[in-house]
């Protein structure tokens, strides 16, 4: 006979009924957290909402002090309540096309393919045409897919090969052919490791350098350098095995496509040119500077070109320079010397090191200065020291100064000394934090963070195959905690600091690591297709205010390869604006915990039938 609850009451079973509440709750709340479990994410051409993980562990405090960046883990449940509020899955009605230039299309840079702003130029005697000319607005066309466009050649192996298909550009092998630059070999370029300079190849050179100047340790106190005028990068390709990451810049000019060569191979790369405007990194970024017949007259223009050089390059840090003035004699080199000579006693430089090697090719190494003694001691005060700089992001679109950077100091004012070697630095201090009290923790409340989220969320609960990505940028770096997260990885990270938030470039080059100032409102300088991941942390909450995340859009759909990945965390709001752009662009789309937006790119582009 059933027993009815008003029974059970008048027959004082109160104990079962304890018993039974408590059994009750317990399988409720078992039931609800294995609803609340967080499966594997899966890329689909749906915009999903994944359950939600718990946040990762210590984040950062909610408060920071004026200047010091923060990255941002926003509470999950508020978000995850909007993202099921709103109809996610929903694309724009955008009728793209691809960019009407020929066959130029497929290399398109906006900025500085801009042939309408380079014809009006009136002159082009220091460079102007290879520098930054950004259409305004900016086009939203696309840059088409070679013809027999295939996934690129993975790393390692893409060191030394990679498909002629995707950078279908031969005139380097008839143009270098003598020096072994790159050749080609079926469905294959190859790059055998030979240069200009590299006579027994670049790993030989590479040996040398270090033979004539112990002092320069690979990978200890040598960890970050620049590689000017660097052809395909295979010097810094090879010294990737020596713990040392290059940045390699070269213009686009006449050696036809050699930086697209280099990001296929997966070397850090980047078009740029010392004209009449500053690169832009951060001052005082580079343990050593090389150059190897990188054709820069760095005595052009009362030596701006070298002095520009000298701001970038740390104190204490080297220029190495290989070219014909250092080991010949004839009238034109040794006029070149003469006056290399001149300039860089004006800038304190002292050479350590000058030789020739076995096959006559010759390099001569210098150091900056580590204090002002020489800078006082000088005859004539030419160049002068640069006033003290009093506003940040100060290398976008500045011109070149007539004038010696001044060298660091620290809060107190005292210099600073040379970096911590590596591996050390990555983790330590930088020297160039701000002054506040509480910014150490912040720093190292960062590091813990970012190592936390990229082990718990991106690689553990995204998904994210690492196997296949090699090229990586962070649009919005901070302090390089992404970056940092991922050094044990076979990839590398281009750090960019937006003009419009905190400088932070400073930092993240004492850290070991590499990373360039840039407006997301125009184009980067890059070819197409040349990232496997794009990664955007809160990129959007300025960008909103300047320019249309249409735009922003297009030129993620520009440098991002087919088959790579952008990986978004940011509010609601923003990612409501952004999906849609994506799913019209044909993109495979999922929302996680409801902050991360992970977008897939395909290999779809628009023909005659889409419209």
């Known amino acids: 006979m059933p027993i009815s ?15 039974f509440s408590f059994l009750l709750i317990s399988v409720t709340i078992l039931l609800f957290s294995y609803s609340s479990s967080s499966p594997s994410l899966l890329l689909s051409t749906n915009f999903q909402v994944s359950d939600p993980l718990p946040p990762p562990p210590r984040p950062l405090p909610t408060r920071s002090p004026k200047n010091v960046p923060v990255s941002s883990t926003k509470p999950v449940s508020k978000t995850i309540a909007a993202a099921s509020d709103v109809d996610l899955n929903v694309s724009l009605d955008i009728k793209w096309e691809n960019c009407q230039l020929g066959p130029l299309a497929v290399d398109y840079i906006p900025c500085l393919d801009n042939w309408k702003a380079i014809k009006e130029l009136k002159s082009r005697r220091r460079m102007e045409h290879r520098e930054r000319h950004c259409p305004k607005p900016s086009p939203r066309c696309l840059a088409p897919l070679p013809i027999g466009y295939k996934v690129p050649v993975h790393w390692p192996k893409s060191r030394d090969m990679i498909w002629y298909s995707n950078v279908p550009h031969p005139k380097l092998v008839e143009y270098k052919k003598e020096q072994n630059w790159v050749r080609k070999s079926g469905d294959y370029f190859v790059f055998p490791g030979g240069g200009t300079q590299f006579k027994n190849g670049v790993q030989s050179y590479i040996d040398f350098i270090h033979k004539t100047l ?75 500077i090389h150059c190897a017949r990188c054709r820069v007259h760095w005595d052009g223009d009362g030596g701006k070109p070298l002095l520009e050089l000298n701001r ?257 965390q940011d509010t609601m709001e923003n990612i409501k604006k952004l999906n849609p752009v994506l799913r019209s662009l044909h993109w495979s789309t999922t929302l996680y915990q409801g902050q991360f937006l992970v977008g897939k790119k395909g290999f779809w582009r628009p023909s005659e039938n889409d419209n």
């Open 312 to 568: 970038v390059l740390k104190p204490g840090g080297y220029f190495i320079w290989s070219a014909t003035p250092v080991y010949r004699d004839d009238e034109r080199d040794s006029k070149v010397w003469k006056s290399m000579v001149a300039l860089t006693t004006s800038l304190c430089w002292k050479i350590v090191a000058k030789t020739v090697d076995s096959t006559g090719v010759g390099l001569v190494i210098y150091q900056k200065p580590s204090s002002y003694s020489c800078y006082k001691h000088r005859k004539e005060k030419l160049p002068p020291l640069c006033e003290q700089k009093t506003n940040q992001n100060a290398s976008w679109y500045e011109p070149l100064s007539y004038c010696i950077s001044r060298l660091p100091v620290d809060r107190m004012g005292n210099l600073l000394r040379w970096s911590t070697p590596w591996p050390q630095r990555l983790s330590s201090k930088p020297p160039s934090l701000p002054s506040e009290p509480d910014a150490e923790d912040i720093f190292i409340e960062d590091t813990k963070h970012w190592a936390a989220l990229v082990s718990e969320v991106y690689l553990d609960g995204l998904a994210i195959s690492l196997g296949r990505i090699r090229n990586v940028m962070d649009m919005n770096a901070g302090y390089g905690g992404f970056a940092a997260a991922l050094i044990d990885q076979p990839l590398w990270v281009m750090n960019v600091v937006p003009i419009d938030a905190q400088d932070t470039l400073s930092i993240i080059f004492e850290r070991g690591l590499i990373g360039v100032y840039h407006d997301w409102c125009e184009s980067f300088n890059t070819y197409p297709r040349t990232y496997d991941l794009l990664h955007a942390n809160f990129l959007f909450k300025n960008l909103k205010e300047r320019c249309d995340t249409i735009d922003v859009a297009v030129e993620m759909d520009r440098i991002l390869r087919p088959g790579g990945y952008l990986l978004v």
């Open 214 to 288: 112990p002092a320069i340790k690979w990978g200890k106190n040598i960890r970050v350098i620049l590689d000017v005028g660097c052809g395909v990068a295979s010097f810094g390709g090879y010294l990737l095995d020596k713990d040392v990451i290059t940045m390699s810049f070269a213009p686009k000019d006449e050696h036809e496509a050699q930086i697209q060569f280099a990001l296929e191979r997966g070397i850090p790369a980047i078009l740029s040119v010392i004209g009449t405007q500053k690169l832009t990194f951060s001052d005082n970024a580079y343990d050593l």
């Open 5 to 19: 609850v008003q029974n059970m009451f008048k027959e004082r079973k109160f104990p079962f009924l304890f018993a």
